[in-house]
C-alpha cells in the first residue's frame, strides 16, 4: 500500500512539473508573438514617416498633399500608436504621468495643429504667415516610441524574456530495499530562477 502511494504521489508531482513546463512554453511563445507584432508596427510607422517627410519636403505640387498627410498620419494614430493612447489612458486614470503619455501628447499636439492649418489655413494667412503642416512630426515621434519598446524586447527575444525564466526539473530515481521490497522513490526538484534582463547595465 505504502508502494502506492509513493507511485501515486511521484506521478502527481511529475504531471505537475509538465504542466509548468508547458504553462512556461505558452507564455514564451505569446512573448514572441507580442515582438514579432511590434516590429511590424514599428517597420509600418517608419515607412510612412519617410513617405511623409518625403511629401513634406517635395510635395508642394502634390494636388491635395496637406489631406493626403492628413490620412496617412492618422492611419498611423489609430493602428500602430493605438498602444500609446491605451497606456496613456491608464497612467492619467491612475495618476501618473509616463513615456506613453508623452508620445501620446506629443504626437496628438503634431497632429491636431497640423489638422487645424489643413482647414483653417486663412487663420495664418491673414496675419502673412504660413500654414505649415506637421503630420511627419506625429508619426516620426510614433515611430520612435515603437523603436524603444522593440529595444526593451531584444532581451526578450534574445533569451526568452525580459525575466529570464530557468526552469530546470531534475529526475533521480533511488532504489532502496525494506524487508525485501523494492520501491523506487522518484524525486523531482524544480528550481526556478528570475533574473531581471537591463539593457543599460
Given at each position: 500500500?505504502?508502494?502506492?502511494?509513493?507511485?501515486?504521489?511521484?506521478?502527481?508531482?511529475?504531471?505537475?512539473?509538465?504542466?509548468?513546463?508547458?504553462?512556461?512554453?505558452?507564455?514564451?511563445?505569446?512573448?514572441?508573438?507580442?515582438?514579432?507584432?511590434?516590429?511590424?508596427?514599428?517597420?509600418?510607422?517608419?515607412?510612412?514617416?519617410?513617405?511623409?517627410?518625403?511629401?513634406?519636403?517635395?510635395?508642394?505640387?502634390?494636388?491635395?498633399?496637406?489631406?493626403?498627410?492628413?490620412?496617412?498620419?492618422?492611419?498611423?494614430?489609430?493602428f500602430p500608436g493605438n498602444a500609446f493612447y491605451a497606456a496613456a489612458?491608464?497612467?492619467?486614470?491612475?495618476?501618473?504621468?509616463?513615456?506613453?503619455?508623452?508620445?501620446?501628447?506629443?504626437?496628438?499636439?503634431?497632429?491636431?495643429?497640423?489638422?487645424?492649418?489643413?482647414?483653417?489655413?486663412?487663420?495664418?494667412?491673414?496675419?502673412?504667415?504660413?500654414?505649415?503642416?506637421?503630420?511627419?512630426?506625429?508619426?516620426?515621434?510614433?515611430?520612435?516610441?515603437?523603436?524603444?519598446?522593440?529595444?526593451?524586447?531584444?532581451?526578450?527575444?534574445?533569451?526568452?524574456?525580459?525575466?529570464?525564466?530557468?526552469?530546470?526539473?531534475?529526475?533521480?530515481?533511488?532504489?532502496?530495499?525494506?524487508?525485501?521490497?523494492?520501491?523506487?522513490?522518484?524525486?523531482?526538484?524544480?528550481?526556478?530562477?528570475?533574473?531581471?534582463?537591463?539593457?543599460?547595465?
Open positions: 500500500m505504502n508502494n502506492i502511494l509513493k507511485n501515486v504521489c511521484s506521478a502527481q508531482k511529475l504531471h505537475g512539473a509538465e504542466h509548468a513546463g508547458s504553462m512556461e512554453q505558452r507564455e514564451m511563445e505569446e512573448r514572441n508573438s507580442r515582438y514579432r507584432c511590434l516590429k511590424m508596427k514599428a517597420a509600418a510607422a517608419w515607412a510612412l514617416a519617410v513617405l511623409l517627410s518625403l511629401l513634406s519636403v517635395f510635395g508642394g505640387e502634390v494636388p491635395y498633399v496637406n489631406e493626403i498627410q492628413m490620412s496617412l498620419a492618422a492611419l498611423v494614430l489609430l489612458r491608464k497612467q492619467l486614470c491612475a495618476g501618473r504621468i509616463g513615456l506613453d503619455a508623452l508620445i501620446a501628447f506629443g504626437a496628438s499636439v503634431a497632429f491636431l495643429f497640423s489638422l487645424f492649418n489643413t482647414f483653417f489655413p486663412d487663420y495664418w494667412l491673414r496675419v502673412g504667415l504660413h500654414p505649415y503642416v506637421y503630420y511627419e512630426v506625429a508619426v516620426l515621434v510614433v515611430a520612435v516610441g515603437l523603436t524603444g519598446k522593440v529595444f526593451r524586447f531584444l532581451p526578450e527575444e534574445r533569451h526568452g524574456g525580459a525575466r529570464l525564466s530557468c526552469l530546470l526539473y531534475t529526475t533521480s530515481a533511488a532504489a532502496e530495499k525494506k524487508g525485501g521490497n523494492t520501491v523506487s522513490e522518484v524525486t523531482i526538484s524544480k528550481q526556478k530562477t528570475d533574473k531581471r534582463l537591463d539593457r543599460d547595465g
